[in-house]
């Protein structure tokens, strides 16, 4: 197994996720199999119950994990499916500690942050690298590389532990099964000239923690010039040809072309002693895919950053790369808008949610695309409303609403597994099921499958008492899970399909989500027709 560890200096928010994610690509497109691994030094066990106004979008793996947004990237970049045992949290390591030491499997040894914290990292670590690399078809296969992100900024106290256990695998691994790749901030003056001072602090930082860089990734706005290069070299102790110039991309997936250019894949496979191979450039020929159509839509949100809906972001620009069409997205915050911001749009999305704030903004917002028969997707929390809206809308029932939401008619129920539950992390509905598909609906011919597995994360369901009157007033559920309902539509409009999963999450730029493409197709056409 070879390792390549990234860490980042200077500050957060640089891009190690993207890098990381982009070192990976340019290995699977010479052919090796690769898996990855994020470190998040939080003392959470998981994201699952952090606030995503704060922290971003909650990624949900098939075995139910709730996990940094950073997995995201690397399932959509690789191709490959993901599972909890891949991201290591402060919080899951001690948790996992102070269960052995209750358990008695230290002897009665005092227990302590080095050996017992960092064995147990790299425990995590290696059992992750181990585990077979899933692709989007199911197949498995050990990997050949596992890409280790080490998540917050060197000189962090919290990320302490973690860059001592990587000290420590360094020394415990053959030379060349481990290759560090230390990103930086590379800033510029208003003459344009690249600052190194940033970088030589970081790489300090490192080397005082037993840690040398093999490769330095400078971020910066603009390529860096050869100098400036050579002089991060000569400062930091690091080959002029390691030096990768990371300048801000107009596209996260042209990330892994511009490091190609840099000539990072050549430097990773003398570091990794890797058979220099061909790189298969299909991958980058349907990033690049040139738009000819346009299509705008509207997604109406209640938490108001876009980084809490990363993967639906992604997957419809994976839709429209495929179909070639250059999908505008204009946010629309529920709580404040009116009917008229909505009548220029192509199309409309409700994305998931919790708690009752923004609520009838949403509802308000699928009523004006089921009415003007404009193309619409909901995902989660949207196919319960939709669920809502139309009963409300066209059964006449006006107190028609979520348990979730307070008093009326719970035409959406708790599921019946939750109704007891106290803790809130980990415990929803999570992961992968299998959904039966009703023959000859919209979802049925998207998928081109009887049954399909796709990924939740939610607490209600359609109350089942409801099922049959709301079926018999026109609204088709089109997806079931055993006795669950998993999908409706509507058959005389255009395109207006919900679904209670979250197929955004599996959706990647060679294999796009078949709801995604559907839906952007119908926008598309929308403004052609119109």
């Not at 298969?280 to 690049?288: F, K, L, P």
């Not at 011919?445 to 109350?463: D, Q």
């Amino acid at each position: 197994m070879k390792y390549v560890v990234v860490t980042g200096g200077v500050m957060s928010g640089l891009g190690k996720g993207i890098t990381t994610a982009s070192i990976g690509r340019i290995l699977k497109n010479r052919g090796y199999r690769v898996t990855a691994v994020k470190i998040d030094p939080y003392l959470n066990i998981d994201a699952g119950t952090m606030n995503p106004a704060q922290h971003g979008e909650v990624f949900v793996l098939k075995d139910g994990g709730e996990v940094d947004l950073d997995l995201g990237n690397y399932e959509r970049f690789l191709d490959i499916n993901l599972t909890s045992d891949h991201n290591i949290t402060t919080g899951k390591v001690y948790q996992t500690v102070i269960e052995k030491e209750r358990h008695g499997d230290y002897l009665g040894g005092t227990v302590q942050i080095i050996p017992h914290i960092t064995d147990q990292i790299k425990e995590y670590i290696k059992n992750a690298a181990e585990n077979y690399v899933e692709d989007g078809n199911g197949n498995g296969k050990k990997a050949d590389v596992c890409l280790v992100e080490v998540g917050g900024t060197v000189g962090d106290i919290e990320s302490m532990p973690f860059l001592e256990a990587v000290r420590q695998m360094v020394g415990e691994l053959p030379k060349n099964d481990m290759a560090l790749v230390h990103v930086t901030l590379v800033p510029s003056d208003n003459m344009g000239d690249h600052k190194t001072k940033p970088t030589q602090h970081s790489v300090k930082v490192l080397r005082e923690l037993g840690l040398h860089p093999d490769v330095i990734v400078g971020r910066s706005d603009i390529v860096m010039k050869s100098g400036t290069k050579k002089k991060i070299s000569d400062f930091c102790g690091v080959s002029p040809k390691a030096v990768i110039s990371a300048a801000t991309a107009k596209d996260i997936y042209e990330v892994p072309m511009e490091l190609e250019k840099e000539g990072l894949a050549d430097v990773i496979a003398d570091l990794l002693s890797l058979k220099k191979v061909e790189a298969d450039n299909e991958w980058y020929r349907i990033v690049s895919r040139e738009y000819t159509k346009r299509a705008t839509v509207a997604i109406v949100t209640k938490y108001g950053i876009e980084d809490v809906y990363i993967s639906i972001k992604e997957a419809l620009r994976h839709a429209g790369r495929n179909l070639s069409t250059e999908v505008e997205i204009r946010w629309i915050d529920a709580e404040d808008y009116e009917d008229k911001d909505l009548e220029d749009v192509d199309g409309i999305l409700i994305p998931g949610g919790f708690g009752p704030r923004g609520i009838e903004g949403k509802i308000r917002a699928i009523k004006f695309a089921r009415e003007n028969n404009k193309p619409f997707l909901g995902l989660c929390l949207g196919f319960q409303l939709a669920v809502i809206e139309y009963c409300r809308g066209v059964l006449g029932w006006a107190d028609a609403t979520s348990e979730e939401m307070g008093e009326g008619r719970h035409v959406i129920a708790i599921l019946p597994e939750q109704e007891d539950v106290t803790d809130l992390g980990g415990t929803m509905r999570l992961g992968d099921c299998e959904i039966d598909l009703k023959p000859d609906t919209k979802i049925a011919k998207l998928y081109g499958k009887k049954s399909v597995v796709e990924r939740h994360r939610h607490r209600y369901e359609v109350n089942p008492t409801y099922i049959a009157d709301i079926e018999k007033a026109g609204l088709v559920f089109s997806g079931a899970c055993k006795n669950r309902m998993e999908a409706c539509e509507i058959p005389k409009n255009t395109f207006f399909l919900a679904t209670q999963s979250h197929p955004e999450f599996k959706s990647t730029p060679t294999h796009p989500s078949p709801p995604y493409l559907g839906f952007v197709e119908a926008c598309a056409n929308q403004r052609k027709n119109e």
